[in-house]
């Protein structure tokens, strides 16, 4: 099953106030919607941008841990004219599957990227109150 990531442990308390660490990795959707996620893809590998590639401009969310890493979901300030970096590749989250890119050490890399697109979709739906939508 996709949430079988053993050894790893997944921790998804909120917690606020937690800002992106230079080695932390970012998880960033194609557009607005939540069906590509961006990483770096090269020689059957692939892995997310970390916080220290990613460009001024953006605002990140805390979404949830694995292991020591903590994992944020970046998005574009609304005013400012920010793009990806440069060399991101958009990987469709259907495409991905255990031992799509390097075995079942991928596993907790798959199962990030289909928790973040459920938490970015979540977070896009639910920006106004039900006054204000």
Known sequence: MIQDIRPHKMDNQFRTGAVPKEDSPILL???????KIMAHVSDGHMRYP???EMPEGMTYTYLFSIDEDSYFLASPDEKAKVS???GLTPVGIR???PGYYHGDEDRHLIFAAYTASQLAGWYRDNRYCGTCA
Do not use: I, K, M, Q
Request: proline share 6%; charged share 45%.
């Open 29 to 35: 959707f194609e557009g607005d919607r939540t069906e």
């Open 95 to 97: 495409e991905l599957r």
């Open 84 to 86: 990806a970096p440069s």
């Open 50 to 52: 970390l916080y220290r």
